[in-house]
Structures are given as structure tokens and as C-alpha cells.
């Protein structure tokens, strides 16, 4: 089924539309992921045949192609934002930068082998609804 989500960046100078079939939805723990999201993983949305339409500060978006791999990302040139790219007819979309809510949990996670070894029992800890008192 072919959906409609809008999202933006940090800043909101760069503001999307993608339209598509959410195929994947995939926790990514590789190490370039881990080194582009500075986290345990990156979490992205694979879209087939997808319409990526930028509706403000198309100017302001950057893409990296890490040379030697398939590794690749789009974000905004002010505050750094991971943004959607286009591989062909496939579009990957960084599942935080939606402002629509994502009524979909996740398929999986990709190259576990490489998680990271403080990515585990998270659910244990202790949690709070804002800052901790």
C-alpha cells in the first residue's frame, strides 16, 4: 500500500514528502552506521519505487557516498539531520527524521555480529518521561 509521510530536519530548513510502499524497516548496527549515527545503530526505511519530493531547503541538502562501500547518506548542510536519499528506484529513509507518527515496528536488525557491546538488556534500565530528577 502506497503511503505519504512528511518529516524534516532538526532546524527545519529542509522540510520532505516521500510517497511509497514501506517495504524494510531495519535496525542497521554495522559500523558505518554506527559511526554515521554516533549511536548503536541506524534505524531506515526502504522504499521501492518511491516519489521523494523536497518542499523546502533543497538547497541546504548534503549526500556522502563512502567511497569503496554501498554506504551512503543525505542530511542538511545547517544542523547535520539525517535525511532521505534515493538509490536508484529505491528510497532509504531515516525513520526519525518523519514528523508523521510510524504506526510499524521494525523488521530486524542488520549485522548483529557488529553491535555494539553496550546495546544489550537496554530495557532494564531505568527510564523517565524527561530529564532524570
Known amino acids: ?17 516521500i510517497e511509497g510502499s514501506i517495504g524494510r524497516f531495519y535496525l542497521c548496527h554495522c559500523r558505518h552506521c554506527q559511526k554515521d549515527t554516533g549511536s548503536a545503530h541506524a ?3 526502504f522504499l521501492a519505487d ?6 523546502a531547503g533543497a538547497g541546504e541538502v548534503r549526500h556522502f557516498a ?3 562501500s554501498r554506504h551512503a547518506r543525505s542530511f542538511c ?12 528506484n529505491l528510497a532509504v ?9 510510524l504506526d510499524r515496528r521494525p ?19 531505568p527510564s523517565w518521561p524527561g530529564l532524570p530528577p
Open 1 to 17: 500500500m502506497r503511503t505519504c509521510h512528511h518529516g524534516a530536519c532538526l532546524c527545519g530548513a529542509v522540510r520532505f514528502r
Open 107 to 125: 523488521d530486524g536488525h542488520l549485522f548483529a555480529a557488529s553491535r555494539a557491546g553496550w546495546d544489550r538488556e537496554l530495557h532494564a534500565l
Open 50 to 55: 518511491a516519489r521523494l519530493d523536497w518542499l
Open 77 to 88: 548542510a545547517t544542523c547535520g539531520s539525517a535525511l532521505p536519499w534515493l538509490q536508484g
Open 43 to 45: 534505524a531506515n526505511l
Open 66 to 68: 563512502l567511497t569503496g
Open 93 to 101: 529513509v531515516p525513520a526519525g527524521s518523519l514528523d508523521d507518527p
